[in-house]
C-alpha cells in the first residue's frame, strides 16, 4: 500500500518510510492513497487483539520491507486487552470499551508500542535513535513504557513542570536507564517549541539522531484500529447489528482510526466525537466554518486541544463539511458536564469515570430515548486513578490503583530541571 500526503498527492511513502518520518515533507499527514476492503473471511474466529492485528493490518504493509515483520511487531506490540465490558442500568444496550490495561493506564500505550515495535525492526543496525518527545501527560509516559530498556534507543521527554497531574509526573518521571526526563520551566508550548527548535538544530543534528513519536504518526494510528475492530466484531457476531462508538477527543487520532476501520469495513454505525470546552471540531461541523484556536484548559487536560491535527486526515476523506457531517457528528461537553456525569455514574451505573472517559458518558446519556435502543459503546481512554484528585472528591471515596500504575508509582522519581530554551537543552543532550 503507498500512502500519500494531505497535502501532496506527488509525496508517496510505503509504511516504513511513514513511519519514520512521521510528518509528510511539505508538512502533510500521511493517508492511505486508496482503502482496501476488508475480506472478512481472512479475520479470524479469535478476536483478541494479537490474533485480530496481523490479518487486520497486513493490507497497510504489503510491498513494504515491515509486510514480513508484521506478525512479530503484533506479538511485540499487543501484550494487554482491551475488555469490552457490558454496562449495566442503562435504558439499552451499551458498554464500555476499556483502553486503559496498559502499562500506563491510557489508550496512547497501544500507539507508542506498535511504533516501538515498528521503529525497532526498521532502523538500521547499529544506529542509535533518540526520540524526543514534548508531553503535556499521557503522550510522554506511554513513549517511556513503551522504549524503556530497548538497548537501540535513547527517550528524552520534556513536559511543563507543575502543569500536569501529580500521578502523571510520576509516571513521566519514573524510568531512568535510557529515558531522561526534564520538567521544564515553562507551559506545553514552550515544550514543543523546544523540540521543534532542537530538530532543525545543526549541533544536535550532527551529533545524535533525532526522531519524534508524534500522534500524528502511522505507527501510532494503526494499532488503534485493531480494537475498534475487535468490539465491532464482538458485538456484530453476536448481535447482528453494528455498534455506534462515542470517542472522547483532542487531537482526534483516536477517533481517526475508528473512521479508518470503519471506511475498511469493519462493522462501524455512528461515531460521535466527545470533546471538552475545546470546540473547535463541533463549532466546524455545525457553522463548516474551520477555526483552530488557542487551547483553554479544562478537567480533561489530555483532550486540551484547539487545533486537531488529525481533521486534515478526516478532511482529505471527506472534503465537504456536509459529508464530513453525515460520517461523524460531535458534542462538546462542559467542566460542570464531566463532573455531573463522573458523580452520577458512580452510583447509577457503578462505573468511575476518568474525567475524558466522563464526556462520553455525558453524551451517552443526552441520547434521544428512541436512540438508546441501538448498541452504544463508551470508549475509555484512561484510568479515573490516574485523576484521583479530581475523580475522588466527587465520587466521596478512593479510586483504587490498577496493579501497573501502582508498579509505577512505587518506582523513585528521576527527573532534571530545566530552563525553557534550546540552548540549555541542547547543552544537557551534548553533555551526555
Ligand atoms: C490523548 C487522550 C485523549 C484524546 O485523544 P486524541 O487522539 O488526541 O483525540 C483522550 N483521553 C485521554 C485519556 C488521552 O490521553
Known sequence: MTFVSTRASDVRAGLSQAIVEGLATGGGLYVPERVAALSPDALPDRLALDALAPPLLKPFASGDPLEADLDAICRDAFVFPAPLVRLAGTPGPASVLELFHGPTCAFKDFGARFLAASLERIRRDGERLTILVATSGDTGSAVAAAFHGRPWVDVVLLYPKGLVSPRQAHQLACWGGNVRTFAVAGTFDDCQRMVK?????????????????????????????????????????????????????????????????????????????????????????????????????????AMDVGDPSNMERLRWLFPDVETLGRRVSARSVSNDEIRAAIRTDATALGHVWCPHTATAAHVYHQLPRERTREHWVLVATAHPAKFNEIVEPLIGRDVPVLPALERLLGRPRQEEDLPATLDALRARLLDG
Open 197 to 301: 527548535a532542537a530538530f532543525g538544530d545543526p549541533a544536535l543534528a550532527g551529533r545524535l539522531r533525532l526522531s519524534s513519536a508524534n500522534s500524528i504518526n502511522l505507527g501510532r494510528l494503526l494499532p488503534q484500529m485493531v480494537y475498534y475492530a475487535s468490539a465491532s466484531l464482538q458485538i456484530w457476531r453476536a448481535e447482528g447489528r453494528k455498534p455506534n462508538f462515542i470517542i472522547p477527543t483532542g487531537n482526534l487520532g483516536n477517533a481517526s482510526a475508528c473512521v479508518w476501520a470503519r471506511e475498511i469495513g469493519v462493522p462501524v454505525g455512528d461515531i460521535v466525537l466527545a470533546t471538552n470546552e475545546n470546540r473547535t471540531i463541533p463549532d466546524y461541523l455545525e457553522s463548516g466554518a474551520w477555526r483552530p484556536r488557542p487551547s483553554v484548559a479544562t478537567l480533561a487536560s
